[in-house]
């Protein structure tokens, strides 16, 4: 059902844990619903020097956090604004139809930290105009099977 | 790797005697029940001796035994056809919410097409309860559909009593004894049960075939509609290497239950104290006592189902989970739900269920590796630092 690669990521995720002193943090999702993202970021001169995450959820929520890790480490933070969840889905071989939302996810978290960074900092991002913080979490799809 | 098999609830390998008793009936004796000439006759003896031995090994003349494709369809069979057969005595059905998805939906089909359906609440164990039970009936009331073992929490219901309420009311009684089968000593008439299903692959028979007890004078409609098979009650050339080896895994079933019981007891009484002493933040689900012999079920709080069936798989153990990503669904199984166990505690669900050929070292390797992927797991998630205080 997964990619190689999202079973790499999943059993070998990189990037976890937590940055003291974070420059900013993001976090996104619903208990409920079975998974929340949490992204840490550090800054400098505009460009993300670390990022870190904590996920609770799927392997796929944490094989897409682990890799949005990756993709983002080393951006400025305008170009990591432009990063989408489809991107996510792509340096993971794909997904899932049922668990595209872990991408979308991964996307939110990262917005919501850089968000967070530019709130305590009194900054403005091209790339977070009209941005609106408050969750809009993506849902599964249903189909259901028992034994 | 070793792997390890823990998912028997979920299906059973076939075993080697059940096999070798079906595999005749691909190739020699492949005739056709219904035909006249020696071939027919062969597969229609062997079709009658293995309906008798099924049906003895619940206490019912053979003739109240009728093979379906499954459980699913002895379900469906049940309560469609009781339902529809009865309409002169009323239009309500009492079952409850932790039932099989086999029937589950057929009550809400049921519900669509105009009959009324009571869904009884269970308590944290996932039992009913006997007076909420008996206070729902009322006088459009024409069965109680209830099941035995549930297939995830493992919860046994008081079929008997159930069956004496049933009776007492004039109520027709059907249960759903799919992961009863061979797990717990069965009686039609000790449990005064009026329908029941069966599924073979349960029991280390075959997928794909399946029984319905109907015991004599029960007014039931067909499902399966055609030629004159099953008595003219369920249509369709029966499967007879899928019978054969039902019969074959009954009957094996039936010998060795008590042995198995004592095995399976223990392993699961061992599986899950060695998680809940060896995991914090752990908790199991379902009857301590009255469940199933060889289910455990357990909830790990922080992290999610389906991340620790993947971690499980990489160490080569096979479970299920009833977590809202391992069903693809938005919530967390029904039944677990029904417990009244919290969606965040019930994402974090596994189910462990032990068979026949599992080892006590299975079960310590079992133990060992959860206490790894679940450590694992945790120091991912940002649920945990928050309990834990470390940030
Ligand atoms: C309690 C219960 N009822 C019904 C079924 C369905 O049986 P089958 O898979 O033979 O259709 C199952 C298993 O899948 C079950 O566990």
């Known amino acids: 059902m997964y990619t190689d690669i999202v079973m790499d990521h999943f059993m070998n995720p990189r990037n976890v844990g937590e940055i003291e002193n974070a420059d900013g943090i993001g976090e996104v999702g619903n208990i409920k619903c079975g998974d929340i993202m949490r992204i840490y970021i550090k800054v400098e001169n505009d460009v993300i020097e670390d990022i870190k995450f904590k996920t609770f959820g799927c392997g796929s ?59 305590k900092n009194n900054l403005e991002f091209e790339g977070l105009k009209g941005y609106n913080p408050v969750e809009d979490h993506d849902h599964h799809d249903v189909v259901d099977i028992e034994f | 790797m070793k792997r390890i098999y823990m998912d028997y609830s979920a299906t059973t390998p076939v075993k080697q005697e059940v096999l070798d008793a079906m595999l005749p009936y691909f190739t020699e004796h492949f005739g056709n029940a219904s035909s006249i000439h020696g071939y027919g006759q062969d597969a229609k003896k062997a079709l009658e001796a293995s309906r008798a031995t099924i049906a003895g090994t619940i206490g019912a003349p053979a003739d109240t035994f009728y093979f379906t494709g499954g459980g699913s369809e ?64 009322k006088p459009s009331t024409v069965m109680i559909s209830i099941m035995f073992v549930n297939n995830e929490i493992g919860t046994m219901q008081p079929i008997a009593e159930i069956g004496k309420i049933a009776r007492k009311h004039g109520l027709i009684f059907h249960t759903d004894a799919v992961q009863a089968l061979g797990n717990v000593r069965i009686n039609v008439d000790e449990l005064n049960v009026d329908l029941m299903s069966f599924s073979a692959h349960k029991i280390y028979g075959p997928k794909g075939i399946g029984g319905l007890y109907i015991r004599k004078g029960i007014k039931i409609q067909n499902l399966i509609e055609g030629g004159a098979q099953e008595r003219k009650r369920r249509a369709g050339t029966e499967n007879l290497p899928g019978v054969v080896g039902f019969a074959k895994a009954a009957e094996i079933a039936n ?47 922080f992290i999610e189902g389906e991340a620790l069936l993947l971690s499980l798989n990489a160490k080569g153990i096979a479970g299920s989970s009833g977590s809202a990503c391992t069903s693809g669904s938005l919530d967390p199984s029904h039944v677990l739900m029904s417990i009244g166990l919290p969606h ?7 189910r462990l269920s032990l068979g026949d050929f599992n080892t006590e070292e299975e079960v310590d390797y079992a133990v060992e590796s959860l206490v790894e992927v679940v450590h694992k797991l945790r120091m991912m998630s940002p649920l945990y630092d928050k309990v834990k205080g470390g940030k």
């Open chain 2, 255 to 301: 010998e060795n239950l008590d042995a198995h019981i004592e095995k399976l007891t223990y392993l699961r009484d061992r599986l899950v104290k060695g998680i809940l002493e060896s995991v914090e933040y752990s908790k199991s689900n379902g009857h301590p006592t009255l469940r199933h012999p060889g289910n455990v079920n357990v909830c790990f709080e």
């Open chain 1, 61 to 119: 929520a944490i094989a897409a956090s682990s890799v949005a890790t990756e993709i983002i480490m080393g951006m400025t933070v305008e170009d990591a604004l432009k990063v989408t969840n489809k991107q996510v889905i792509d340096a993971l071989g794909g997904l899932p139809p049922v668990k595209i939302h872990c991408s979308v996810l991964a996307e939110q978290a990262l917005k919501a930290a850089i968000y967070d960074y530019a709130t």
């Open chain 2, 344 to 350: 965040e505690i019930a994402h974090g669900s596994l």
């Open chain 2, 74 to 137: 002895a379900d469906n069979w049940a309560l469609k056809g009781v339902m529809k057969a009865n309409k002169n005595k009323g239009n309500h059905l009492i079952t409850c919410k932790i039932e099989h998805h086999g029937i589950l939906h057929t009550c809400e089909t049921l519900e669509k097409e105009g009959f009324e359906v009571t869904y009884l609440d269970v308590d944290s164990e996932g039992m009913i309860s006997l007076e909420t039970l008996e206070a729902a009936i």
